[in-house]
């Protein structure tokens, strides 16, 4: 039996939440994710740069009406696909950006890790509408499935996950994932004795 890793739980979860395609390009912080895709039936459609995969994840998830999956890599790749995740958020597309991160250990500390931002996640936080970091194999699955709905809930707009690559890259013991609730909350209704009023 192969070792799971990080990796697939991230795979398993999107198959969970209904995912079909994902968008993006190969990094070396990202290949347990795409190792994972390798024996998913998840389409993956790979392009030169983060920045047409962000587009194109926007264009998707405008037509489709679903979250559309976007696999950046840390640092630079993640960063270049800023434009495309400002358009989806001008036009509220639930485009969900899974990013991979350095070593949890060493976020923060300045060491000059291959890629390294000062801080990633604060790049995105004033473009997506919500952002989070995952620690663990375990949190995974949960923060993927609220990233998804957050996306969803309204006003629908683009998220930001990112996963330090020792989560992707590490052995786990996490439950094969067979389903996520990511039901966005119903949207509120104004009692029906006020629409004949408001239409007047």
């Known amino acids: 039996m192969r070792t799971r890793l990080g990796g ?4 398993e979860s999107l198959e969970a939440l209904g995912a079909e395609v994902v968008f993006g390009l190969p990094g070396i912080h990202v290949l347990a994710i795409w190792e994972g895709l390798r024996t998913s039936d998840i389409r993956c459609l790979g392009f030169r740069t983060e920045l047409n995969a962000g587009f194109a994840a926007d264009g998707y998830a405008r037509v489709s009406g679903r979250p559309a999956p976007l696999l950046l890599s840390t640092g630079p790749g993640a960063l ?3 434009a495309a995740l400002m358009e989806a958020a001008s ?16 976020i923060g500390r300045s060491r000059g890790y291959l890629h390294e931002l000062p801080n990633q996640l604060a790049s995105f936080e004033p473009i ?9 194999p375990e949190g995974l699955p949960e923060l993927l499935a609220e990233a998804w709905r957050r996306a969803l809930t309204a006003p629908t707009g683009p998220v930001f996950l990112e996963i330090p690559v020792d989560v992707l ?8 994932i067979a389903e996520l609730d990511a039901e966005p909350p119903a949207a509120a209704q104004p009692p029906p004795e006020n629409l004949g009023e408001a239409a007047r």
């Open 91 to 106: 036009a509220h597309v639930p485009v969900v950006a899974i990013a991979s991160q350095i070593p949890g250990d060493l």
């Open 8 to 11: 697939h739980v991230l795979v």
């Open 80 to 82: 270049n696909s800023l």
């Open 169 to 176: 890259t590490g052995p786990t013991e996490v439950p094969r």
């Open 128 to 136: 997506v509408k919500w952002a989070a970091r995952v620690t663990s």
